[in-house]
């Protein structure tokens, strides 16, 4: 992945909230371990999905006028779990921080994950848990 400063998701433009929902499955966030679903199954996030989430919580929050007095709990959370992610699992890679311009230097190459799989496996795992539901209510 190339990192640079892109045009897309910006905070403030008017297609901004549709490119935030569309980095998350279509069934959204929540994914059930009990393949199953023969007991009452536990809902689980995928870390990558519950950290998007939050960077659009506080996306949000961000472009609230007039601004909120104080940040709402659910953003102070999605602060304090970054935080936590960012310093857990940290990338330790070099960045050059001035370019000749005197701003920070955001054009360089890295590898990613292929996250592909995840979305994959949690659009199957929504898709069979709301098959499930839709089973269950009909023999109830």
């Known amino acids: 992945m190339r990192v640079i400063d892109a045009v897309r998701y910006n905070i403030r433009d008017n297609e901004a909230a549709d490119e935030w929902a569309n980095l ?12 199953t679903f023969t007991t009452n199954p536990k809902a689980f996030t995928v870390t990558l999905f519950h950290q998007l989430k939050c960077l659009d919580i506080i996306r949000q929050e961000y472009v609230v006028v007039p601004p909120p007095q104080e940040p709402t709990h659910l953003a102070r959370h999605c602060m304090n779990y970054l935080r936590q992610t960012i310093l857990c699992r940290p990338n330790l890679r070099l960045e050059p921080a001035i370019n000749e311009g005197g701003i920070a230097e955001r054009n360089y190459d890295t590898v990613c994950h ?18 499930h539901r839709k089973r269950e209510a009909v023999v109830y």
């Open 114 to 131: 292929d996250w592909t799989r995840v979305y994959e496996e949690a659009e199957r795992n929504q898709k069979a848990f709301t098959d």
């Open 24 to 35: 998350l499955p279509p069934r959204g966030h929540i994914v059930y371990v009990d393949d």
